[in-house]
């Protein structure tokens, strides 16, 4: 049976990782997640004094690139793929908040976007992938075969991201929490290189009120019809 490319693109905190994973492991297909990625990025930026007081030294990080690896490897504990910046595990680190204000301006930058991109493509070149982030259907994968548009509520997006902080300990309030996905929403689609937008012939899901199971399935049936060739 062959294997297809699988895009799925979306707002911030829509759930693009999760169902991606989801659909991977089913399909036994390779998934990475781009948005970690741009995470690890921002994270090295902040380690290496590159951002300071939410000021990011463009000329400095663009210096850096060369430096910067940012990989994948499957974590046989946790049962799933794990980032890594210059071989180190990074997970925990990518999500918080701090770098959360700060991907998004990252991810804008061109160089940046340039040297995840390669490291994209040669990543999918054999199909049999499930890939999540901002430009995966329109700029990565623009031929792959399944793409997705995920969508919700901006306020309902910021319940769950802000529930998932709450989980990890962090403390924090709704409204910084719905100032970022907001602010991220406005950075995503209005910056100059690969904005976010919706490939012509993405189908959009949005998961305003739909619970996660049904949206798997949902997906799920649109990549076994591309899969056998019924679409």
Known sequence: MPKITIAIDGYSSTGKSTVARQLADYLNYIYVDTGAM?????????NNSIIINNTIDKD??????????????????????????????????????????????????????????????????????????????????????L????????????????NELLGRGDVISFDEVLENILERDHIDTTRKDSPLIKAADAIVIDNTETNLEDQFYTILQLAKDRIAGRV
């Open 38 to 46: 741009y995470r690890a990025i921002t994270l090295y930026a902040i």
């Open 147 to 162: 793409k997705i548009f995920m969508d919700a509520d901006a306020n309902v997006r910021a319940t769950r991201r802000y």
């Open 60 to 145: 400095a990080l663009i210096k850096a690139l060369p430096n910067i690896q940012v990989s994948f490897e499957y974590d046989n504990k946790k049962n799933t793929s794990q980032v890594l910046l210059n071989s180190k595990p990074v997970d925990d680190q990518i999500r918080t908040l701090e770098v959360s204000d700060q991907v998004s301006p990252v991810a804008a930058i061109p160089q940046v976007r340039k040297k995840l991109v390669t490291i994209q493509h040669a990543m999918g070149k054999e199909g049999g992938i499930v890939m999540d982030g901002r430009d995966i259907g329109t700029v990565v994968f623009p031929n792959a075969q």
